[in-house]
């Protein structure tokens, strides 16, 4: 199934299940209100919000609205955890190599895997709202699950059963302010500024076979100003899959449910099929001609991030927001 | 005021007020049912609950109840945004001393903050979980502040006035697992379980000239097993005032409602008063004696934090835990 939160003016939001086209959505105040509240008890709510999935689909709801009436927010648009993985070492590997870093063998059997703000992840359609160019803002196409309640020391294999639902995300950094950050050595902070979300997270179930030992077998497109950036595949060179993930979050803790895991930039070796951010497009012509020659974002310009089924038709809905200059308040 | 959160079978408890000396409750469903649902609308909320908390300190509450009758919860079970930060530079630079590292004189004008898991804080007399003691099981006092929303960009001292409730903390650190997760600069994560909170917040106001410009000005009390390791007095050798960390935490984005910001560990110039975690204390004997000789905390260890005001009543109630094996479910 499909579902997604609109603007109710509340912090949350309000949960709605969407039909697979992405043309129709119905409140289910009844079962749940929020996103938080489903996930919170997934074993009540699921089998309840599949019946109106499969009604919905069947154009048995007769209260349904079209979607694109409404205001899309991020489907969870407050959570309580949000760990963003560094899953394609392909990736991390390149970025290295474009300034003379050699990767640590470790960095192919320890994930790395940084905490994020998880108090205000925005809507597919709204501003990247960031005070200075200068920061480098760039963006990054990510594949996000959202999981129930994980018990402290789970194994990779068990981590599977506890993702819920998937989505893609673009988590915005400022490249220029990661260096400095990163020397410190705790971590992202000012230069993880936002997050967006795709209109809506599906269950596992809904991908069919493209979704495989927790990994996601898709292209994922990535277009800017309306030029493509790259479309590599999220279930090649993966380095580390979703229960991986998961296991290594909660190697020490539990999580609790509605805990949002991030895949980190999707590559591909040799990035035969393009980029999932401008970093990593740099890069390559940092090692190909000595110097990168594409700019950061700048304000207006505009990011599109999306993944089809083999169709053609769009899974998770169109992530498409413009850079905008913040006015500080 | 002083706020709690009560067990009620649900994940982020029944917000109540609490009385002055910490011995009475009472629910105020009519104004608030959460900590979060208080902060999210603290205009509102702050005058209701401010009212109830005179009362209650009249005897003027029929329906209060004793606060040792019922399970106390982190006041804020559940945050949305948790970010420590590192504001005692002069425990930074003696950690870094023992092992001959030199502190990069950045580090006295840029804060050290880290992003950590705030969807599970624990309250102040639950276990401290852990699977494996050979992880380095170590406590760290710390102070802590709860905010409305905070824009981006703000100053420090506009910031000062985003500080609606105070506490104290015990942010539990793996140490043995911190030196490959710095190394890999994505900050820290499974060295980082659980973070554990007083029995209750306060409002600013009550804690009077005790709290001036962004810093509180009482010793902070750790006692291991019975042994008191320190008290060193918070409002010296902050290097970093709370307006400033929320500055920093604030620079590119800004900060939702409920959003909780930790002082660092506890630390005063030459330990003169003892220390706020057994890492400074290891550090000490480092320094001194060639070699560490206190170790780390064990099963059945006992820890105990608090705050207590001129007369010598505590202020945010008593943090009392014990460390216990976690066994894998």
Known sequence: MKLASIDNNTRDGQLVVVNKELTKAVKVT??????????DNWNETECKLQTVYENLNAGKITNSFDLSS????APIPRAYHWADGSAYVTHVELVRKA???DLPESFWTDPLMYMGASDAFIG????IEIE??????DFESEIAVITNDVPAGTTAEKALSHIKLITIINDVSLRNLIPNELSKQFGFYQSKPWT???PVVVTPDELGDFWTKGKLHLPLYSTLNGKCIGSPNAGIDMTFDFGQLIAHAAKTRSLMAGTVI????????????GSSCLAEVRCLEIIKEGQAITPFMRFGDQIEIEMKDEEGNSIFGKINQKVKKYIKK
Do not use: K, Y
Not at 70 to 73: F, K
Not at 262 to 273: D, K, L, P
């Open 196 to 198: 967006s979300f795709a």
């Open 70 to 73: 409404v205001r899309i927010l």
């Open 30 to 39: 009844e079962i749940a209100v929020t996103m938080q509240a489903a996930i």
């Open 132 to 137: 200075n160019e200068d920061w480098g803002i």
């Open 99 to 101: 300034r003379n870093a």
């Open 124 to 127: 597919a359609n709204d501003d």
């Open 262 to 273: 991030g895949s980190g930039t999707v590559a591909n070796e040799g990035s035969i099929n």
